[in-house]
């Protein structure tokens, strides 16, 4: 089995590419919930929701959130009237997240809520919340702290940012199954997500970090000099006084790592990195990244 | 100002065809809350959606509920992947009630979250919940309580019912805009509506007794001979131990009531009840009805 640590796309990007390698059942993959959010009701969990869909075959691959062909007649109606709901929800993906927020409700985990929600659209790889508490990524904005989807979906990025941090109620606690799916690992492979909002989210859950020292460890960097592939890493990387590139993001995960993969064309030189093809903005290179992952921690 | 007591189908299809004859500013609606339920993180408030739905011009008058040309992407969805749903809600009708939950849970009142919804809506009538706190019909089937709502439309009315009531935290009391909306009206219409499940409700709301002794109350029965016009009005009745007829109905009403319009052709006798064609299934009969009875209350 491989376990992957994940956030909502590089990683999931990675993931696709490892499907061509390994049957659906041999996966596992732990996923941020920091950016989860209760919304018109329902419970958006939104790195669960793309691993859910990508395994169920239902994922907009174009925007790599939300499920291919959907409507948004419900999401319109809400914003004509009264224009709170910031999430562009399609139609059928609002029904998982109502359905997401009805399990809670009733008193079940995260854990067992996804798994429900994984066995009705017919996924067979584990798809494991990091952990079964409420975590959020804050950000703040001019003095104000704002979760980070309002930061990242409402105002798309656009404010500048002063500090990054985890709001809870209660420190947050790997769930068993998070624990045994490190541990059971032939190989844990933390793909190129945003190191702060969506790795570091999952290494800060009490247990993640030990179990990893037990198992190999490879990580992908997302960035290429100092921009990210995507999405606002960058940002949150300079909010938490780090530079936003390759040597930063192998040092947050100096303390369990065996591999390190930066990309070939990276400027940023990191010791003993292994250099690979990671941008995987064309077909193929999702397949040939993961392949070559998998060779490596195969010993191939 | 006209003032209605309402459920949702008799009493709305008279308040179609008042509107032919009254500017919607000049009718008040006060309305059964008691099949409210939170469903699917909405708050679905069947009688007050038929409402604001008819007077913006948007009601499914086949059915009356639900929005005309509505789609059920989501409803269909959640059916598939857990079958809870029983209710089948509309894609833009579902904005509606998951609007109305969130206003709740923000702490507006369902008086004041229906006037939110009727502003956003274009709704120049006043639409008044009975009380802003929750009541529930409750039916007793099998020795087992259910909601009127599971009672009705999860089971279609198929099940023998040996009681009915209502359930609460603390007894309802009418809001202050409800006293005032009968207090100031010229006079109150109690249309066909369920007498047990639509129109009790409200007069059992703290308040509206008193409020209509002060008034002209005209009530127009929903039965015809020992059938209702539509809906489980005869078996409640029988559920109350009361003849599902006029006549039992007159009398639920008896205390506060100036005028009683039965049916032309309804072999029950009343004595001193008025006849009209009350069987609003065609064309013209409720713009009819609701002139006379407005000829009725001025004296025409």
Known sequence: MITFLSGGTGTP????????HLPDHEIS???????DVWMSGGFVSPDIDTLIYLFS???NTSSWWGQEGDTFITHHELQRLDGGEYIAIG????????LRGEY????????????????????????????????ETVVSCSGREIHFQEYWVRHRGALPIEGVRRRWA??????????????????????????ITSILPILECRGVPEALEEVPVVA???????????????????????????????????????HFIQD?????????????????????????????????VRGG
């Open 13 to 20: 990007k990675l993931i696709r590419g490892m499907r061509r």
């Open 29 to 35: 993959v732990v996923v941020n919930t920091a950016e």
């Open 57 to 59: 075959g239902l994922l």
């Open 91 to 98: 139609d059928r993906d609002r029904a998982v997240h109502l």
């Open 104 to 135: 809670l409700k009733r008193g079940m985990t995260l854990t067992a809520a996804t798994a429900q929600l994984c066995t009705s659209l017919g996924v067979r790889a584990q798809i494991l919340p990091m952990a079964d508490t409420p975590v």
């Open 170 to 195: 209660a420190p947050p606690v790997a769930t068993p199954a998070v624990v045994s799916a490190i541990g059971a690992a032939e190989a844990v492979i933390i793909g190129p997500s945003n190191p």
């Open 220 to 258: 992908v960097s997302p960035f290429i000099g100092h921009a990210p592939v995507s999405g606002p890493a960058a940002a949150l990387m300079r909010a938490r006084g780090l530079s936003p590139d390759s040597a930063a993001t192998r040092d947050l995960y100096a303390g369990f790592l065996d």
């Open 264 to 296: 070939s064309s990276d400027p940023v030189e990191v010791s003993g990195a292994i250099r690979m093809d990671t941008l995987m903005n064309h077909p193929g290179v999702d397949e040939a990244l993961a392949e070559r992952i998998l060779s490596l």
